[in-house]
T-cell receptor, first 114, second 111 residues
Framework: DSGVTQTPKHLITATGQRVTLRCSPR?????VYWYQQSLDQGLQFLIQ???????AKGNILERFSAQQFPDLHSELNLSSLELGDSALYFC?????????????FGPGTRLTVL | GQQLNQSPQSMFIQEGEDVSMNCTSS?????WLWYKQDPGEGPVLLIA?????ELTSNGRLTAQFGITRKDSFLNISASIPSDVGIYFC???????????FGQGTRLTINP
């Protein structure tokens, strides 16, 4: 158990819908990272927040957005969903602003778009 | 952009066998990371390499940072059933606060 929690574990929805994925970082961690993992693919970095502020952006679509709240939990919002958005979405957290070797990953949310 | 290519994509071995996999890039990396992902779980960091030529072990796992800084290798000795999973290499992109991951090597072990 990494200490990072993600909810829900599974999510099934239809095209065109909007969903929100939630992540609670490890206690004391200020950075949250979001990744997308499509079937049999590596992880693609989406976005990072540090202490409530966006710090880095990856290949995140305009239909996707995220935020980090004062209690440091983060939400990833996916809208106008398409079939190709079906994937595992992972959240990771670290203490500092940029800790590439100290990112602890949550168990992921599996999103299925029908 | 910087991309990591892992090979092989999948491996089917017998329990007890040694395993070798590698990760290559057309760009130089200053750090190489190896992760393992169990089914239904998030990736877990196995080994981090920070210096060209470095050889680091973690139990039965040994990883090496290639001299050219464009490749890295992971070896698993005397494989056991719990080694099953997907192994990813990753590295930080220079000048950006983000990691790039390889596509993974899926390891399957026949008892």
């Amino acid at each position: 158990d990494s200490g990072v929690t993600q909810t829900p574990k599974h999510l099934i929805t239809a095209t065109g819908q909007r969903v929100t994925l939630r992540c609670s970082p490890r206690s004391g961690d200020l950075s949250v990272y979001w990744y997308q993992q499509s079937l049999d693919q590596g992880l693609q970095f989406l976005i990072q927040y540090y202490n409530g502020e966006e710090r880095a952006k990856g290949n995140i679509l305009e239909r996707f957005s995220a935020q980090q709240f004062p209690d440091l939990h983060s939400e990833l919002n996916l809208s106008s969903l398409e079939l190709g958005d079906s994937a595992l979405y992972f959240c990771a957290s670290s203490v500092a602003r940029w800790d590439y070797n100290e990112q602890f990953f949550g168990p992921g949310t599996r999103l299925t778009v029908l | 952009g910087q991309q990591l290519n892992q090979s092989p994509q999948s491996m089917f071995i017998q329990e007890g066998e040694d395993v070798s996999m590698n990760c290559t890039s057309s760009s130089i990396f200053n750090t190489w990371l190896w992760y393992k992902q169990d089914p239904g779980e998030g990736p877990v960091l196995l080994i981090a390499l920070y210096k060209a030529g470095e050889l680091t072990s973690n139990g039965r796992l040994t990883a090496q940072f290639g001299i050219t800084r464009k490749d890295s290798f992971l070896n698993i000795s005397a494989s056991i059933p719990s080694d099953v999973g997907i192994y990813f290499c990753a590295g930080p992109i220079q000048g950006a606060q983000k990691l790039v991951f390889g596509q993974g090597t899926r390891l399957t072990i026949n008892p």
